[in-house]
């Protein structure tokens, strides 16, 4: 069987016109002791300036491009053997150009474009084969790989004080021979682009065995590779295992208990990181800005790079965070499932995780990025559904649900053998939950004075 689907998807929106959020864009503090009087025809025509129809009328347009699609082939070549192959892939960008007159910010336009995209390609490909072992036994052994790329990308430029309202878009020569072929004709941009990709592979095999429908083991086995992470430490493997068991054979002919399962089940899983920036150690970034951001590629309209001090020291030797955790549940059936319970506990290990790490203020850097934080979780997850008014019996119908959980973690461990961490206006200290509220303790001292 083969199958695809490509989707299409546009969206044009009006934005708002409101005075904050377009000065807060234009970082422009204007004159407020005069503000605006709420009379109509002076409210007719500030509205008049955001009409594109207008001679050096506003413009604001909001564009968002979505396409998406895949092709799959699902083939048995034989009775037993199956094979199933994916390539898929997402593309979204946004686009929005922006111009404001001088009449809406006393004598001083404003102009600004932006373009991002996130692109996504993902390719899939396994095989598997059913073992039947005896009358009552079945096993599935499926193998595989699967790559997936993403990568980021957006570019922001906006400038003050156009020549005059006529000219609403930037000038540039063009010619990508010439040195200056991005310089402006006729005003100054600033410009902010940025851009991250990243590219993850694995490879995986799973194997489910089943006995009489009512026990269930599995385990999955998977290797995987990160651009994200450094040269040293690309690969991590992955691996867990669980059993089902269904009682079903024990509690039949039980009018009051219809269903009642339980699982178990272990994991050890990698945590990818999300940012590309740790991926080579050490590195100059661009960070010589005035104005705080931090993509902003030179200062005073001279390019330079600089140490990430306000982004914090990245070392060598960064190896994947994981998670180890184990689940317990159990479900119950009531009254032929009209009543359903289910109770899972778990433990949860976070370890090997990036903590900025405050370091002395003479190296110039506001913290250096370390592993070694681990957390513990611990809790209870508790789920109710009652189907009040079955809908076979009338046609009004009601379910109810309702889940409670509860959940307690603690700090076991800092890296460098830390006990105690300040991050700003955060504390973090071994034994105690990261996310306790600390506040000061007052102390009263009496004096009593004697004659």
Do not use: C
Request: charged share 20%.
């Amino acid at each position: 069987m083969v199958s695809s689907m490509i989707g299409y998807t546009r969206q044009e929106r009006d934005r708002n016109r409101n005075v904050r959020d377009r000065l807060a864009e234009q970082r422009y503090i204007p004159d407020l002791t005069n503000p605006l009087t709420p009379n109509k025809n002076l409210y007719s025509s500030y509205l008049l300036q955001f009409d594109k129809d207008y001679a050096t009328g506003a413009i604001d347009d909001n564009v968002n491009n979505l396409i998406q699609g895949y092709l799959a082939i699902n083939a048995t070549p034989f009775k037993k053997l199956n094979y199933i192959g994916r390539i898929g892939f997402d593309y979204n960008e946004g686009i929005r150009d922006v111009f404001w007159p001088r009449t809406l910010l006393e004598n001083n336009n404003f102009v600004s474009n932006y373009f991002g995209y996130n692109q996504r390609l993902v390719v899939t490909n396994s095989i598997g084969y059913d073992f039947d072992l005896g009358e009552k036994g079945n096993l599935n052994i499926r193998g595989g790989q699967n790559f997936v790329s993403d990568v980021y990308k957006y570019a922001y430029a906006y400038a003050n004080n156009t020549p005059n309202d006529f000219i609403k878009i930037n000038v540039v020569n063009g010619n990508a021979n010439d040195a200056d072929y991005l310089t402006p004709r006729g005003f100054l941009v600033n410009y902010f682009p940025g851009k991250m990709d990243s590219r993850l592979l694995s490879f995986f095999g799973n194997a489910v065995y089943t006995h009489d429908e009512v026990l269930k083991l599995s385990a999955v086995v998977s290797r995987e590779g990160s651009s994200n992470m450094q040269a040293d430490n690309r690969w991590f493997t992955n691996y867990s295992a669980g059993i089902e068991y269904d009682f079903k054979r024990m509690i039949e002919g039980n009018t009051t208990l219809s269903s009642f399962s339980t699982n178990l089940s272990y994991a050890h899983m990698g945590k990818l990181l999300s940012d590309d920036r740790f991926n080579s150690g050490p590195s100059y970034r661009v960070d010589l800005g005035f104005t705080d951001e931090p993509t902003l590629g030179s200062y005073s309209g001279i390019g330079g790079l600089t140490r990430p001090y306000s982004s914090g020291w990245v070392g060598y030797g960064i190896p994947w965070a994981y998670t180890n955790q184990v689940n317990l549940g159990v479900r119950v059936g009531l009254l032929e499932d009209r009543l359903r319970f289910g109770i899972d506990g778990y433990r949860k290990a976070d370890k090997d995780m990036l903590l900025p790490v405050p370091v002395a203020a003479e190296w110039g850097y506001t913290g250096a990025y370390k592993n070694g934080l681990e957390v513990n979780n611990t809790g209870v997850d508790f789920s109710l559904a009652a189907q009040i008014l079955p809908v076979s019996r009338r046609k009004l119908s009601w379910l109810f649900t309702a889940n409670f959980n509860y959940n307690k973690n603690k700090l076991v461990a800092l890296p460098d053998g830390l006990t105690n961490v300040q991050i700003g206006n955060t504390n973090l200290e071994v034994g105690k939950p990261i996310d306790a509220f600390w506040v000061l303790k007052t102390m009263v001292f009496t004096i009593a004075m004697a004659k």
